[in-house]
């Protein structure tokens, strides 16, 4: 199956501070979500970005799928951004999360 | 997107018993995708469950382990059965929403086997 690694596994931030996560996986892919798993659990989908370059309020995302990757990039970060982030590639039936990046923002 | 509920949101179970758990979805969907968490760990799919027909499961996973039930459109249900304390874990439900395949998750169930 797909193999799905991603870096950092762990980052520390001072809140106002900008980041760069990202996704390298083996195989093409027609599916790339990313995901944001908050301290209490719930898994929230950041978003849906095959190929391209999307952007939502403080995050954007750009997938490479030629070369096979993904990025998350959060700017001027905030405490409520902690939480475990989650690149999950794959196809329409079935997608493989990745192994997160567990993020703490600090005051 | 859709709105997805779980029962029970937690629960501490004892080693050899079995507890089912309810996906309930506001709409209806095709696909319906059920998630285990280890502690500390990613997801892994256990398997996919389309009304009307057998679930689809992983490699690692059995029916007979963890069957599942999909009666209708809107509902599933996961069993652990024969539970161990290595089925500690948070187990979620998952189903596609929006104009892509975006999934959306439900809050999980937090497992402990004593």
């Known amino acids: 199956g797909i193999q799905v690694e991603q870096s950092p596994p762990d980052l520390i931030l001072q809140e106002g501070a900008n980041s760069t996560l990202r996704c390298n996986f083996s195989d093409s892919v027609n599916n790339l979500q990313w995901f944001h798993q908050n301290p209490w659990g719930q898994l929230i989908n950041l978003f849906y970005?095959?190929?391209g370059t999307k952007q939502n309020g403080r995050l954007s995302a750009t997938t490479v799928a030629t070369e096979r990757y993904s990025l998350l990039y959060i700017s001027s970060s905030q405490t409520t951004d902690s939480g475990v982030y989650f690149c999950a590639p794959g196809g329409y039936q079935k997608v493989t999360f990745g192994t997160g990046t567990k993020l703490q923002v600090i005051p | 997107s859709a709105v997805i509920s779980q029962k029970p949101s937690r629960d501490i179970c004892q080693r050899g018993t079995s507890l089912t758990i309810q996906c309930q979805v506001d709409?209806?969907?095709?696909?319906m995708f059920w998630y285990r968490q280890q502690p500390g760990q990613s997801l892994t799919l256990i398997a996919t469950a389309n009304q009307g027909s057998e679930a689809t499961y992983e490699s690692g996973f059995v029916i007979d382990k963890f069957p599942i039930s999909r009666p209708n459109l809107t509902f599933s249900t996961l069993t652990v059965s024969n539970m161990s304390p290595e089925d500690s874990s948070i187990y979620l439900c998952s189903v596609y929403g929006g104009q892509n395949y975006e999934q959306y998750f439900g809050p999980g169930t937090r497992l402990t086997v004593t």
């Open positions: 970005i095959p190929s």
């Open positions: 709409s209806q969907v095709t696909m």
